[in-house]
C-alpha cells in the first residue's frame, strides 16, 4: 500500500494520538523510577571480523547518570573511512587504497576537494543488491563495481574540508566501529534507527506497522519528539505520530530555552532531486552546507542551560555506496525479512561517521566498540527503564553508547569551534538531475512503486510524492515551510 489516506481519516488519526498521548501509561516510568545500584556490562568490540565482548564497564544507576535529554541528528549517505579517514587514533584510511572496475582496471582512492557536491559522477549505488557486490564476500573491494559506480565512489574529504565536523571530532568521541544496521539503502537502515528492525529491504515507500522507540516512549510518559526540515520520515507510520512532529525552528528555540524534551530526533533538509540542494550530505548535497547545519545544532545545544545534562548523537543512516576498508560482522537478526543470515545473524551495512557529543564524552578520543543504530534505542532504554523493541536492541554484542562516557568527571566547558555559515551550490544540471538514478529498487524486493520516476530524483523525492507526505505538509501546523 503506497502512503495515502484521506482527509477524514487523518482527522481521525490526529484525534486519537491526541487521545493516545493523554491516557499514556506509566509502567515503564515505574520500571525506570525502579532501577537502583551500577550496572556492570560487557563491551563488544570487533575481533579478527567478529564481534567479542572484551572487558566491561561500570555504568552508575541510569537516573543518576545525568543524563536527561539526548539528541540524535541522522544525516545521508557518507562512510567513515570517506569522511573520518584521516583522523590520528581511529582506523581509518584514504591514500593508498586501490579497487578494481569492471574492465579489470585498477583505479586508487583519491581526494575529491575542491569538489564538494560530485556533479558529473552517479550517487553510489548502495541498494541491497549491490552492496553486496561491493561487500564481495569480505573483501571490500566491489565499490567500482555495484551498480553503475564511477571514481566518485573511491573519493574521500580530509580534515580541512569539513572544518566544524573534523573538529568536533578531535574535541569529543568519534566511533569507528559504528555500523549501519543492515546491508542495505536508506530507509530500511532509519527503519532501524526507530523500530530495531526493519519491514523492507529496499526505498519502497509503503507504510510501516513497526512498533518504535515513539511507541515505548509515549507508553512511560518520557517526553519527545521529532524535527524536520522539508520531509517527515514520520509519514511512513502514516499519522501515528503527527502530534509527536515539530519542524527544525521549533527545535531551535526549545534547545535556546533549554526546554527540549527527554528525546529529540533532529533531520536536515533532504535531497530530494537529485541535484544537491539539500544539507544531509546526500550525493550531490554540498558538504559545506551539512557541515553548517551540524554547527548550527551543535552551537545551540552547547550555549543552552540544559546542555550539561544533554547527548548528541551524530550519525549517518549507511553508507552512501562509498568505500570502506573494514568488513562488518554479523549482528541477531531481529526478523526474517533479510534472507541472507547465518545462524540468526545478519549482516550489519557498512561503518559511518558517528560521534557522541557531550559534557560526559569531551576529549574522549576514539571508541573501538561495535555499535549500530540499535545503540541509540539501547541508550535511550537503559536511561528511562523501557524494554528493548527486539533482539537486536536487547543483545549484549551491540554496544551501549553509555560505555563510551565519563560520568564521573563530566566536561561543562565548550570548546572554541568553528561556526560554517551555508554556501551557494550551483545545482547538479548533468551530473543531478538529468543523470541517471543509480540506486533502483531491487525488483526482488520493491514494496511500492518500482523504478517509477527513478531517472530525476533521490528516495526522497518518491516520498515526496506520495499523498500522506502531501497533507502532513498541508496541515496548518507546517505550513511555515512555505513561508
Known sequence: MELNMDRRRFLGTLGGAALASTCQTSAFGAQAASVAGSISVGIPALVNGSVAVTGSATLPAPQESGIEHIVVVTMENRSFDHFLGWLPGADGKQAGLSYTDKTGAARGTHWLAPDFEGCGHADPNHSYAASRTAYDGGRMDGFLRAGNNDAFSIGYYVEQDLPFFSALAQNYTVCDRYFASILGPTFPNRMFLWAAQTDRLDDGVSLSRLPTIFDRLSAAGISHRYYFNNLPYLAFWGFKYFTSTGLFADFMTHAAAGTLPAVSFVDPVY?????????????????????????????????????????????????????????????????????????????????????????????????????????????????????????????????????????????????????????????????????????????????????????????????????????????????????
Open 271 to 483: 535531497t530530494i532531486l537529485d541535484d544537491g540542494t539539500g544539507n544531509d550530505d546526500h550525493p550531490h548535497a554540498d558538504i559545506r552546507n551539512g557541515d553548517a547545519f551540524l554547527a548550527k545544532i551543535f552551537h545551540a545545544l552547547s550555549s543552552s542551560p540544559a546542555w550539561r545534562n544533554t547527548v548528541l548523537i551524530i550519525n549517518f543512516d549507511e553508507w552512501g555506496g562509498f568505500y570502506e576498508h573494514v568488513p562488518p560482522p554479523r549482528a541477531v537478526a531481529p526478523n526474517k525479512v533479510d534472507t541472507d543470515q547465518v545462524n540468526g545473524q545478519a549482516l550489519l551495512g557498512l561503518r559511518v561517521p558517528a560521534l557522541f557529543v557531550s559534557p560526559f564524552t569531551q576529549n574522549g578520543g576514539v571508541s573501538h566498540t561495535v555499535f549500530d543504530h540499535t545503540s541509540i534505542l539501547k541508550l535511550i532504554e537503559w536511561r528511562w527503564g523501557l524494554s528493548p523493541l527486539t533482539a537486536r536492541d536487547a543483545s549484549p554484542l551491540i554496544g551501549n553508547p553509555a560505555t563510551a562516557m565519563n560520568f564521573t568527571t563530566p566536561s561543562h566547558s565548550v570548546p572554541s569551534l568553528p561556526t560554517p555559515h551555508p554556501v551557494f551550490s550551483i545545482p547538479c544540471f548533468g551530473g543531478g538531475i538529468f543523470s541517471p538514478y543509480a540506486e533502483p529498487a531491487d525488483p526482488a524486493t520493491s514494496t511500492a512503486l518500482g523504478a517509477r520516476g527513478r531517472s530525476n530524483v533521490s528516495e526522497w523525492g518518491q516520498l515526496a510524492q506520495t499523498d500522506t507526505v502531501r497533507q502532513w505538509l498541508q496541515h496548518p501546523d507546517f505550513q511555515r515551510l512555505s513561508q
